[in-house]
């Protein structure tokens, strides 16, 4: 009796500490504050496969405890067949949970998409290829990195500019910096956007395109996330350099975040539930977003 | 230790030196334009410089790209213009034009199937966004056709037939990106007008026999260029309708034959003029436009080649083949086999190619993937000559190799 006691105890234990359980979950750093700004990231997700439903799966059961209200779609939100049951396979099916619980989906395009799914209701795109749109104090800009033509580019720069919120935040799918082997950082589009968001004091800019999470030091002022591995995954694909905060490359993975006040919480979940980075980010003061580099988030890589 | 003018290190020998180096570097040059290479040589250093430092690549293009995209390649499209020009003219190419009828018929066929092709293909490689490549699927590069096409049929039938095919396919190309593609907003009716003035104006100089083209570039060519930037067409095609106004020689000395330096005619003197100035702008032209980042590159890339390599000559098969129902004629000595090589040589889309690349897309992974398909078009030359070596054809057939 007592050694079936003893085994018990070990199994609670292995089950308490082990990543990925409800347990961990629970224990999630993301203060979780009322009236803050909650949503979640996925980048590179609609494959329609097995991995992604996973991922579907540990986003449902995180907004139980973390009620976020929006996902930021980083593009390639539709690989091969775009027709209307290839919506429901890779888009209604994985996420009915947190569309039935009127979780807002804004997406941006990647270069898998088509371009007519802007006209796709629950991608919430009203026709634009880049729109704006604000949640409390953040104002969030979804851009079409896949043609970044001059009227976008004045576009992004106009709107910038009129944005009074405390927060700036931008989503597209290249990354203006990425350390992963298989595409990298996007540079023409880096000469063509960073002066733009620096200029503005754009706070964090979340990207996909390339299937791993990584964090980057902050670069210019600006906090930088690669996220594309919401259904997506090229294991092993990353060689961290001297810019890379935190990465993970060996499972599926997405992100939540939360902004209150002048503090932006942020987690990185993988696939089994486990949390491969978490930190929190404070808002860079404008002279600071335009110059002298901000600190690195507070937190850690788990 | 000075030497005998007083002058510290310059031996005889260094003078030697400075002397051959100062001679050597014009021939080159010249060598170089003549013998088309500096497209090439913009292309490769573009290859090399954004892989090795995309940052300072970019920077450099991007501050370039107006002048030389909308600006500097005018002055090509123009010496292609007149070279089009003179081909209609006794002796030319395209003299009679019921001769054009079989080419043009066919560039139909050899523009819709590799159209068609490079769709279905990166649709199937999951990249729907290029699908949009389908324009850079007209493209042909007249110089560089013309080029390969003298090496391996010499002087055939098939070379004049070639560049009929290639201008066809390339008007075809130009139209469709200027209905699909304006290249932004538009003000539509200013520059129409604007366009009028400049063919006005042209048409007034043309009668009143001016003989310099210097007015018909900057009055008549700068009014074109204004007219069709309001208009949303390409500004690199300003000098495409007004070069026709320029008077001319009475026959043509042949296609891409220089001017004779003594020529008189306001056409060969834009020629002798502006040859070399428009060779230095497609060497800016391949570096501004063809810095395709390894990494940027994804199975679509593919797309763009294979179509062209497989869709030219079964296009221009099936071009071919309803020219010839409809009652128009092949050359003499261009069969099936000849046209499978000029299938190939057509397939390469080098210069307009590129540069219907930069016109339909802005700096990015889509143009950067159409780019690089661009240049992987160029394994039209090698299939040609391996397959002109095989089939016995031009130069390789055993008749010439006898004579």
Redesign the interface.
Known sequence: MRTVGRALVCVLFVVATAPGTLLGQAQRALPNRPGSVKFAAIGDNGTGEHPQYEIADQMSGLHKVFPFDLVIMLGDNM??G?QPADFVKKFEMPYAALLSAGVKFQASLG?????ENVLYKPFNMNGQRYYSYTRNNVRFFALD???????QVAWIDTSLARATEDWKICYFH?PLYSNAD???A???????LEPIFVKHGVNVVFSGHDHVYERLKPQKGIYYFVSGAAGQLRRGNMSPAEQTAAYFDQDQSFMVVEIAGSEMYFEAVSRTGRIVDAGTITRQAKAAAAGSPPPEPAGSRR | MPDKDGQVGTSPKRRGLRHHARSTLPRLLRFAIEQLLLLPLGVIIALAWVNAA??SY??FT?SIAFLVNDVGIAFFFALITKEVVEATIPNGVLHPLRRALLPVVASLGATAVPALLHVRIVESL????LTIGWRVALATDLAIGFFFARIIFGRHPAVPFLLLLGIACNALGFVMVALFDPA??IRLVNGVLMLVAALAIAAVLRRQRVRSFWPYVLIAGVASWVGMYWSGVHPALALVPIIPFLPHAARDPGFFVDARPGARDALSQFELWWRYPAQVALFFFGLVNAGV?M??L?PGTWGLPLALLVGRPLGLFAGAGLGLALGFHLPHRVGWRELTIIGFVAAMGLSVGLFFAAAI??????RSELSMGVLLSLAGAPLALIGAWLMGIGRFSSERQQR
């Open positions: 690989y091969g775009q270069n898998h998409d088509r371009d990195s896949t043609r970044m033509d001059d009227k290249h298989r595409h990298g996007s540079v023409d589009l880096r000469v063509r | 995309p940052e970019y920077r991007f999951d990249e729907p966004m932004h907003d980042p990494g940027a994804e897309l802005p700096p990015g992974q889509l």
